[in-house]
Structure formats: structure tokens, C-alpha cells
Nanobody
Framework: QVQLVESGGGLVQVGGSLTLSCRASGRTWSVGAMGWFRQAPGNERKLVAALTWGATRQYYADSVKGRFTVSRDSAKNTVYLRMNSLKPEDTAVYYC??????????WGQGTQVTVSS
């Protein structure tokens, strides 16, 4: 099993930036891909960005393309989500997930991101 711990959420003004971190521990050798999901109140959880562990493949939801960047530091078993030009609609709980591309089976506890206008 893989354990995930997110950090870096908070309150930011419109147009601001935040970087989320997700540190993986446990059976990290089994991880093929990691993703960042978000869930706003009343909405379903949606994938916003993903990265294969070898960084050979990336995915971004249309709503965040050009603003968010996913990256990883394999030596630290950590994946990052850099979020620029934040909008009120980016407000959500952000979850880190690990597993295989398109099939994530380990989840972090979530971190709140609030963008104020």
C-alpha cells in the first residue's frame, strides 16, 4: 500500500499562485502514475492533472491547461502541482492519488484551496 500526504493548500487571491505537494511512502515501487484531483462542494471529484512516475506522460484538464503544472521529484517521492493565475472556480479540496495511469487506488487526505475574489 502507498501512503500519501498532501500539503500546501490555503487561501489565495484571484490571480495568485500556490504549489501543492504530495509525498508518497510505503510501496512506492508499485506506483506507475500519480494524479491530482479536486472536488468542490456539491460536485464530483475530477482529475485535473496527472503524471507517469517516469514523467513520460502528462495530462491536464482543459480548465487548468496553461495555468497548472505537475512535476515530481523521484528522489523525494514527491509530486507537485504548481497552480498559477488562480480563479474562484479553482476553489476545492485537492486530492493526490497514486496507482496506474487512469486507475488510482491510493488517496491522500486532501488539502483545501480557496481562491477569494
Amino acid at each position: 500500500q502507498v501512503q500519501l500526504v498532501e500539503s500546501g493548500g490555503g487561501l489565495v487571491q484571484v490571480g495568485g499562485s500556490l504549489t501543492l505537494s504530495c509525498r508518497a511512502s510505503g510501496r512506492t515501487w508499485s506506483v506507475g502514475a500519480m494524479g491530482w484531483f479536486r472536488q468542490a462542494p456539491g460536485n464530483e471529484r475530477k482529475l485535473v492533472a496527472a503524471l507517469t512516475w517516469g514523467a513520460t506522460r502528462q495530462y491536464y484538464a482543459d480548465s487548468v491547461k496553461g495555468r497548472f503544472t505537475v512535476s515530481r521529484d523521484s528522489a523525494k517521492n514527491t509530486v507537485y502541482l504548481r497552480m498559477n493565475s488562480l480563479k474562484p472556480e479553482d476553489t476545492a479540496v485537492y486530492y493526490c492519488a497514486a496507482g496506474q495511469w487512469g486507475a488510482y487506488d491510493s488517496w491522500g487526505q486532501g488539502t483545501q484551496v480557496t481562491v477569494s475574489s
